[in-house]
Nanobody, 127 residues
Protein backbone atom coordinates (compact mmCIF):
# COMPACT_ATOMS: atom_id res chain seq x y z
CA UNK A 1 0.00 0.00 0.00
CA UNK A 2 1.20 3.46 -0.83
CA UNK A 3 -0.30 6.56 0.74
CA UNK A 4 0.06 9.98 -0.82
CA UNK A 5 -0.93 12.88 1.40
CA UNK A 6 -1.53 16.44 0.35
CA UNK A 7 -3.17 19.65 1.49
CA UNK A 8 -0.89 20.91 4.22
CA UNK A 9 0.32 24.46 4.42
CA UNK A 10 0.07 27.69 6.35
CA UNK A 11 -3.13 28.82 8.00
CA UNK A 12 -4.29 31.33 10.55
CA UNK A 13 -6.16 30.54 13.72
CA UNK A 14 -9.82 30.11 12.94
CA UNK A 15 -9.19 29.02 9.37
CA UNK A 16 -10.18 25.71 7.84
CA UNK A 17 -8.19 23.33 5.73
CA UNK A 18 -8.55 19.94 4.13
CA UNK A 19 -5.96 17.22 3.99
CA UNK A 20 -6.28 14.42 1.48
CA UNK A 21 -4.70 11.01 1.25
CA UNK A 22 -4.88 8.75 -1.78
CA UNK A 23 -4.23 5.07 -1.34
CA UNK A 24 -2.91 2.73 -3.99
CA UNK A 25 -1.87 -0.88 -4.10
CA UNK A 26 -3.59 -3.83 -2.47
CA UNK A 27 -6.99 -2.51 -1.39
CA UNK A 28 -7.43 -5.38 1.07
CA UNK A 29 -4.76 -3.67 3.16
CA UNK A 30 -6.79 -0.57 3.89
CA UNK A 31 -9.87 -1.64 5.79
CA UNK A 32 -9.33 1.49 7.84
CA UNK A 33 -7.60 4.76 7.04
CA UNK A 34 -6.73 7.57 9.37
CA UNK A 35 -4.48 10.40 10.45
CA UNK A 36 -1.90 10.94 13.14
CA UNK A 37 0.14 14.02 13.82
CA UNK A 38 3.45 14.97 15.38
CA UNK A 39 3.90 18.39 16.84
CA UNK A 40 7.14 20.35 16.43
CA UNK A 41 9.82 18.84 18.62
CA UNK A 42 7.93 15.55 18.82
CA UNK A 43 9.08 13.71 15.75
CA UNK A 44 9.61 10.29 17.24
CA UNK A 45 7.23 7.54 16.17
CA UNK A 46 5.94 6.98 19.69
CA UNK A 47 5.09 10.68 19.94
CA UNK A 48 2.52 10.43 17.16
CA UNK A 49 -0.92 11.55 18.26
CA UNK A 50 -4.07 10.03 16.89
CA UNK A 51 -6.36 12.47 15.07
CA UNK A 52 -9.14 10.55 13.31
CA UNK A 53 -9.90 7.37 11.43
CA UNK A 54 -12.57 5.93 9.18
CA UNK A 55 -13.64 2.44 8.17
CA UNK A 56 -13.39 2.14 4.42
CA UNK A 57 -16.45 -0.05 4.10
CA UNK A 58 -18.93 1.22 6.69
CA UNK A 59 -17.79 4.81 6.95
CA UNK A 60 -17.71 4.59 10.73
CA UNK A 61 -15.44 7.22 12.25
CA UNK A 62 -13.73 8.12 15.49
CA UNK A 63 -11.92 11.29 16.53
CA UNK A 64 -9.42 12.35 19.12
CA UNK A 65 -10.87 14.59 21.80
CA UNK A 66 -8.49 17.35 20.72
CA UNK A 67 -10.21 17.68 17.35
CA UNK A 68 -13.70 16.40 18.06
CA UNK A 69 -16.25 18.88 16.77
CA UNK A 70 -13.66 20.58 14.57
CA UNK A 71 -12.60 17.72 12.32
CA UNK A 72 -14.45 15.62 9.79
CA UNK A 73 -12.94 12.58 8.16
CA UNK A 74 -14.57 11.26 5.01
CA UNK A 75 -13.82 8.90 2.18
CA UNK A 76 -14.21 8.89 -1.57
CA UNK A 77 -14.30 5.25 -2.48
CA UNK A 78 -14.15 5.88 -6.20
CA UNK A 79 -10.96 7.89 -5.84
CA UNK A 80 -9.44 5.73 -3.08
CA UNK A 81 -9.04 8.94 -1.12
CA UNK A 82 -9.71 9.93 2.46
CA UNK A 83 -10.13 13.56 3.44
CA UNK A 84 -9.63 15.26 6.77
CA UNK A 85 -11.29 18.62 7.04
CA UNK A 86 -10.41 20.69 10.05
CA UNK A 87 -12.10 23.92 10.97
CA UNK A 88 -11.49 26.56 13.61
CA UNK A 89 -7.80 25.76 13.47
CA UNK A 90 -5.69 26.47 16.54
CA UNK A 91 -1.95 27.02 16.87
CA UNK A 92 -1.77 23.71 18.71
CA UNK A 93 -2.91 21.99 15.52
CA UNK A 94 0.51 22.82 14.08
CA UNK A 95 2.09 19.48 13.26
CA UNK A 96 3.18 17.10 10.57
CA UNK A 97 0.13 15.05 9.66
CA UNK A 98 0.56 11.43 8.62
CA UNK A 99 -1.94 9.37 6.70
CA UNK A 100 -2.09 5.73 7.82
CA UNK A 101 -3.76 2.52 6.73
CA UNK A 102 -4.67 -0.64 8.56
CA UNK A 103 -5.78 -4.06 7.39
CA UNK A 104 -7.34 -4.76 10.77
CA UNK A 105 -11.06 -4.90 11.29
CA UNK A 106 -11.23 -2.27 14.02
CA UNK A 107 -10.88 1.46 13.64
CA UNK A 108 -7.41 2.90 13.99
CA UNK A 109 -6.80 4.65 17.28
CA UNK A 110 -3.27 3.81 18.45
CA UNK A 111 0.12 4.01 16.83
CA UNK A 112 0.23 0.21 16.77
CA UNK A 113 -2.87 -0.17 14.59
CA UNK A 114 -1.56 0.97 11.19
CA UNK A 115 0.33 -1.30 8.85
CA UNK A 116 1.34 1.56 6.60
CA UNK A 117 2.37 5.14 7.24
CA UNK A 118 2.49 7.68 4.46
CA UNK A 119 4.83 10.60 4.22
CA UNK A 120 3.81 13.57 6.30
CA UNK A 121 2.25 16.80 5.23
CA UNK A 122 3.01 19.84 7.32
CA UNK A 123 0.38 22.13 8.76
CA UNK A 124 1.35 25.39 10.44
CA UNK A 125 -1.27 27.49 12.19
CA UNK A 126 -0.37 30.99 13.26
CA UNK A 127 -2.16 32.84 16.02
Amino acid sequence: VQLQASGGGLASAGDSLRLSCTASGDSSKWNNLGWFRRAPGSQQFYQSKFVASINWGSGDTIYADAVKGRATISRDNAANTVHLRMSNLKPEDTAVYYCVASSRSHLISTIYDPDTWGQGTEVTVSS
